[in-house]
Nanobody, 125 residues
Framework: QMQLVESGGGLVQPGGSLRLSCKAS????????MGWFRQAPGKEREIVAA????????YYPDSVKGRFTISRDNAKNTVYLQMNSLEPEDTAVYYC??????????????????WGQGTQVTVSS
């Protein structure tokens, strides 16, 4: 089993920045795609960033492209999400997820095997 623990969420003003961290334990992340998802009240869970395990290629939906950056540090078994120019529409619970073993860049919920408990991000003045 793999456990994922997110940190770094909080309240930020529009235009501000936050950096989320996701620490994995129990298993290594080296051979898994890693992703960040978010879920706002009444909405489906959606991907905001993903990074492959093989060549570190990344994926971002248009809604966050140019504002969010995902990175991974396999030595620390940790994934990060740098969020800049935050907007009220970014308010949600953010979840870290580990993809199924050896699966390439994964962008859908069903391609992820392990999930963290989530961290709240609120963008408001």
């Amino acid at each position: 089993q793999m456990q994922l623990v997110e940190s770094g969420g909080g309240l930020v003003q529009p235009g501000g920045s936050l950096r989320l961290s996701c620490k994995a334990s129990g298993r290594i992340i080296n051979n898994r795609a890693m992703g960040w998802f978010r879920q706002a009240p009444g909405k489906e869970r959606e991907i905001v960033a993903a990074v492959s395990w093989s060549d570190y290629s990344t994926y971002y939906p248009d809604s966050v492209k140019g504002r969010f950056t995902i990175s991974r540090d396999n030595a620390k078994n940790t994934v990060y999400l740098q969020m800049n120019s935050l907007e009220p529409e970014d308010t949600a619970v953010y979840y870290c997820a580990a993809g199924k073993l050896l699966l390439a860049l994964s962008t859908t919920v069903r391609e992820y095997e392990y999930w963290g408990q989530g961290t709240q991000v609120t963008v408001s003045s």
